[in-house]
């Protein structure tokens, strides 16, 4: 009986995972959407989950697709685990919170598992935040 159980659960999971998954997930990209993809990635910096959610594809193949297009360091998921979630309600409250007790903006990337690139879009607002050289090693 449990076996039987188990096997149906599996089952509805697996075919769960398959309705989840995007349009495209798998699927070979087109030199087009290799070139929406760049404009998107340097629209929107490491911001894997928003781009995959506008070209129908799965942070992690997004992320793929820019390293292989040199775009992205393939270490970089190993330093901020939160990079292919989506941003949690109280993210922003909680950045706001870490820079002003004088947090750099590094730490602060460290701290909430994502690049800084994905919390900071403005240039000229970045250059007035405290900043250190220290980098993911």
Same mark, same amino acid.
């Given at each position: 009986? *449990? @076996?039987?159980? #188990? ?6 999971? &697996?075919?769960?995972?398959?309705? !989840? ?8 990209? %087109? !030199? &087009? ?6 404009? =998107? *990635?340097?629209?929107?910096?490491? !911001?894997?989950? +928003? ?6 594809? %799965? ?12 775009? %992205?360091?393939? @270490?970089?998921? @190993? ?9 949690? &309600?109280?993210? =922003?409250?909680?950045? &706001?919170?870490? *820079? ?5 903006? !590094? ?11 994905? *919390? ?7 250059? +007035?935040?405290?900043?250190? =050289?220290? #980098?993911?090693?």
């Amino acid at each position: 009986h *449990f @076996m039987k159980q #188990s096997k149906v659960t599996l089952k509805q999971e &697996d075919q769960k995972k398959e309705k !989840d998954k995007p349009n495209k997930a798998g699927k070979r990209w %087109t !030199d &087009d959407e290799i070139q929406k993809l760049k404009v =998107s *990635f340097e629209n929107h910096p490491h !911001d894997y989950y +928003s781009i995959a959610v506008e070209m129908a594809r %799965t942070p992690r193949a997004i992320f793929m697709q820019l390293v292989k297009l040199g775009k %992205t360091n393939a @270490m970089t998921p @190993m330093y901020y685990p939160n990079i292919f979630k989506p941003w949690a &309600d109280d993210e =922003s409250t909680l950045i &706001d919170s870490l *820079f002003n007790s004088g947090r750099t903006v !590094d730490e602060i990337a460290m701290q909430i598992g994502r690049p800084k690139e994905q *919390f900071i879009q403005d240039e000229e607002a970045t250059a +007035s935040l405290p900043q250190t =050289s220290i #980098s993911p090693s």
